[in-house]
């Protein structure tokens, strides 16, 4: 049995990275740059928990 594995997802994660990379080319600390990407593109959810 042959498996197709697919990099379209990884792909896709990588140009959505590099748009943010072009869009925010003021960021003067990788750190920040990291806490961007994890902003935009990790799916944390960002409201505050109305429950606790």
């Known amino acids: 049995m042959r498996f197709r594995a697919s990099g379209g997802l990884a792909e896709a994660i990588n140009g959505q990275v590099r748009a943010l990379k072009v869009r925010s080319w003021g960021f003067r600390r990788k750190e920040r740059f990291k806490r961007a990407i994890l902003f935009h593109y990790?799916?944390?959810?960002?409201a505050p928990d109305p429950h606790g």
Do not use: A, E, H, N
């Open 42 to 46: 990790g799916g944390l959810p960002m």
